[in-house]
Structure formats: structure tokens, C-alpha cells
């Protein structure tokens, strides 16, 4: 099968979502290891940064919007626990 335009336009198209996508996944991996990270005191401020920058991704589509939920209130339960 040989490669097309449309075929070549989705490759490339595909390959900038995916690295837009890794950087949004990373960023939600490292907001949530800094609250997790965070002293008692800091951990309710770095937790609203933390949700603002989940629910942006969930707007985004790269994460579903229960996906972005269950992970604030997962890191809401770690922050209530400490």
C-alpha cells in the first residue's frame, strides 16, 4: 500500500496531537505530585491550581471529564487524610 497526501497529512497530524497530549499528561502527572509533594499548609492552594489546571485539560478532551473528577477528588481525600 503506498502512502498518499490525505495518509501523510493524518501521520503528521496525528504525531503533533500525541505531542500535545504527552505535554497535558505530564503536566497533570507533576500538578499531582505536587500536591501530594506539599506541606499541610500549602497543600489546599496548591490543590486549587491543581484542579484548575485538571479541569483545563479536561475542556481540552485529552481527558474524559469523570477521569478529571475521580482525580480531584482523589487528591481532595489525600489533602483531607494529612
Known sequence: MSAKGSEL???R????NRDRNKHYKTLLSTVS??????TK???EE???SAAKVIDKIAS???IHKNK???RKSR????INQL
Open 9 to 11: 497529512k493524518r501521520v
Open 60 to 62: 481540552k478532551g485529552i
Open 33 to 38: 505530585k505536587k500536591v501530594k509533594n506539599a
Open 75 to 78: 487528591l481532595k481525600k489525600f
Open 46 to 48: 496548591m490543590y486549587s
Open 68 to 70: 478529571a473528577s475521580n
Open 41 to 43: 499548609e500549602n497543600a
Open 13 to 16: 497530524q496525528s504525531i503533533k
